[in-house]
């Protein structure tokens, strides 16, 4: 009877060590993963900034040259149409250039969102979205000063990744985004009626790109919940938690 007392206290510590065992693995393999996620989004981040540096360089640097071409060759003329039309020349030039630069400052910060506000800067994303033909419907239920500044450029950036997404990859008419404040919680609720894509658990950042979104998320301590599948549009859900909260 002792021995088999013995015999049985044994086993559950064997088997309690290697649960434990299991567990220390499992949380360093979930440290190891976000690692390489928050790894994946900063060489992404230095990538693109690579590419800015470069577009600045080429595109810019070209019409600078282009426009000084222009005007310094306007001394040279005799004619006063002939001044004119060079001066027409450096002025479309220089007019390309300014929403060129527009558009690299615009992809490097979200000025909008100090300008209009995280509400306005959201409205004035979908107004350009549709543009593309994309409708787009949407619900504000919450008080924007529940939001650090931080947050509102997270979650702006969530917003635009989602949508630009949509455009490029969905094939979506419509699209639903929705943002209510519940008891001290954010929900964000965004979907569309795309084509869908397979997505898994297993393999969470498939189908159209989701690190960046899942990094944002992290930075929020929220909870992200992503549905598709192929001829089902998508489904994204995040809670994100806020303090000292106020309803009205």
Do not use: C
């Not at 220390?24 to 928050?38: A, F, L, N, S, W």
């Not at 027409?88 to 558009?103: D, I, S």
């Not at 209510?180 to 159209?208: M, N």
Request: no cysteine; net charge negative.
């Amino acid at each position: 009877m002792f021995l088999l007392a013995l015999t049985v206290v044994m086993f559950v510590v064997v088997y309690q060590r290697k649960f434990f065992q299991q567990q220390r693995e499992m949380h360093q393999q979930e440290i190891r993963h976000q690692k390489e996620i928050t790894e994946g989004i900063v060489q992404a981040q230095e990538n693109e900034r690579e590419r800015i540096a470069q577009d600045l360089h080429d595109e810019v640097g070209a019409s600078l040259s282009a426009a000084r071409l222009f005007i310094n060759q306007i001394q040279y003329e005799e004619t006063l149409p002939d001044m004119i039309e060079l001066a027409e020349q450096a002025h479309g030039v220089l007019g390309t250039l300014v929403q060129e630069v527009r558009r690299v400052s615009h992809h490097l910060s979200p000025l909008v969102v100090e300008k209009l506000g995280f509400t306005g800067a959201l409205r004035a994303l979908f107004q350009q979205l549709e543009v593309n033909g994309l409708q787009i419907t949407h619900s504000f239920q919450f008080q924007e000063a529940a939001l650090s500044h931080e947050q509102q450029l997270a979650l702006y950036r969530i917003v635009q990744e989602v949508s630009v997404n949509i455009i490029k990859h969905a094939e979506a008419q419509q699209v639903t985004l929705s943002l209510t404040q519940e008891s001290g919680t954010l929900r964000l609720w965004l979907e569309d009626d795309g084509k869908g894509f397979e997505h898994s658990k297993e393999s969470p950042a498939s189908g159209i790109g989701l690190s960046g979104i899942r990094a944002r998320a992290n930075f929020l301590n929220a909870k992200l919940d992503i549905n598709s599948a192929p001829g089902q549009g998508t489904r994204v859900e995040m809670l994100i938690p806020l303090q000292s909260v106020k309803l009205s």
